[in-house]
Structure formats: C-alpha cells, structure tokens
C-alpha cells in the first residue's frame, strides 16, 4: 500500500490567495483526519471525517478554511483567502476505524508558506 | 483543561546510551496514551498505544510505562541509534469509549542521537 498521499508537498503563496491541499487516504479506512503543526502550538486537529461524512469541525480556526470528502478516496482542504499566520505544516491521516486503540497513519505533510 | 506536557523540550545523547522521556497529563476523563516518532519532514509514526490497565509496551528498543495514578507516561529508549534522532510526541486520547476525535498532543521532544 502507498500509504496516505498528500499533495502538494511545498506550497508558498501569497496572502490573500486560495490555497487548496489534497489527500487521498488509505484505501479501506473509515475516517480520515486534517491536522495542522507549528512550532508554536504543535500538533492541532482542524476536522476529521466518518465515511465521507464530517464529524466533528470544532478545530477549524474560522470560516477561511473549508475541507470536504466527496468521496472515500479523496478530501480537500482549502484556505480562502489565505493569511501568513496559517503558515504551517498541513498533515492528513487516515484509520480503520475510529476506534480509541485504532491507530492513526500520517501522510507526509504539506509545507504552506503564505508571504 | 485538557493538558499533555512533555519533557525536555530537546535531548542530545550520545549513539549507544539510553534515555527516557516523560509526559505528564491532566485529562479527564482518560482513554489511552499514545507515543509518536516524528522524523523531520515526514508525519508521525505510531510507537505504542497504551490504555488504562496496561502499564508497560514495548516496541523493539522502545519501551513506554504508564502511570495511570500519577498521570504520567515514560518513553525508555535503549541502545539508542542515529535513526532515533526524531520528535517524540505524547498524545492522550479523552472521552468514554473513545474516538480518536478528542485526542489532546504534547509538543514532542527533540532528541539528537550523536556519533
């Protein structure tokens, strides 16, 4: 298996562009998840997912940011418009189940730079 | 409020020596704990996954213990190599019955492993 791809992997632009980051995840997991880490918070949840379906959205930081799964292979997440603070490395993950022992699979990151 | 705090911040040992880092919690109500190995520029791989009645896991020269009365985990790493040098990061997991919906992360530790 591939594994979760993200892409793309490096992204810089400027503020106040759309900026839109994919994921595809492992095929046969449930649920999918959209993190974000910086140096200064680290790792935070934004949104995750239960058959296509959002669960719970409560860490998107404000209404700039969006994520969809249109369908089991694939989800969004898109910044409109974008803001230096959101500078930061974008994880998606996938899990079998959303079971509390059930582990989580990490893709690579997006690196987002918003100058 | 929900808090996972980590010790130290960073480490430098030597290839060869052991070390151990710690993570203190204060969530409630308490699912499991989780330790992640983070390798610059990729996503976190799960180490071990610790619920409430197990005390000790290992994974190869990666030994976690819990201390669910105290609220603290170790992570012992034995034999260390540069393979180890990586973020470490505790992540507890809250709620009843659990989801991986509430998971609270810890800042990570960054260990440098030197020849």
């Known amino acids: 298996d591939a594994g979760v791809i993200q892409s793309p992997r490096h992204e810089v632009t400027e503020m106040g562009q759309e900026v839109t980051l994919r994921c595809k995840p492992i095929?046969?997991?449930?649920?999918l998840f959209w993190y974000r880490q910086t140096m200064m918070r680290g790792l935070e949840l934004l949104i995750y997912?239960?058959?296509?379906?959002?669960?719970?959205d409560s860490g998107m930081p404000e209404d700039r940011f969006s994520a969809k799964m249109p369908n089991a292979s694939f989800s969004t997440l898109k910044i409109q418009p974008s803001e230096p603070r959101d500078s930061a490395v974008y994880f998606c993950?996938?899990?079998?189940?959303?079971?509390?022992?059930?582990?989580?699979?990490f893709g690579p990151g997006t690196r987002l730079t918003v100058l | 409020k929900n808090q996972v705090e980590q010790s130290p911040q960073s480490l430098i040992i030597l290839e060869g020596k052991n070390c151990t880092l710690q993570c203190n919690y204060t969530v409630s109500p308490f699912s499991n704990l989780r330790w992640y190995k983070q390798d610059t520029g990729r996503g976190p791989v799960s180490l071990t996954i610790m619920t409430f009645s197990e005390n000790t896991k290992s994974n190869g020269r990666y030994t976690a213990t819990l201390d669910a009365d105290t609220k603290q985990s170790s992570l012992h790493i034995t034999a260390s190599q540069l393979s180890d040098s990586a973020s470490y990061i505790c992540?507890?997991?809250?709620?009843?019955?659990?989801?991986?919906?509430?998971?609270?992360f810890g800042k990570g530790t960054k260990l440098s492993v030197k020849p």
């Open positions: 993950a996938s899990s079998p189940r959303g079971g509390a022992t059930d582990t989580q699979y």
């Open positions: 095929s046969g997991h449930d649920y």
């Open positions: 997912f239960n058959n296509n379906v959002p669960i719970d």
């Open positions: 992540v507890v997991s809250a709620g009843y019955g659990g989801s991986q919906g509430n998971l609270i």
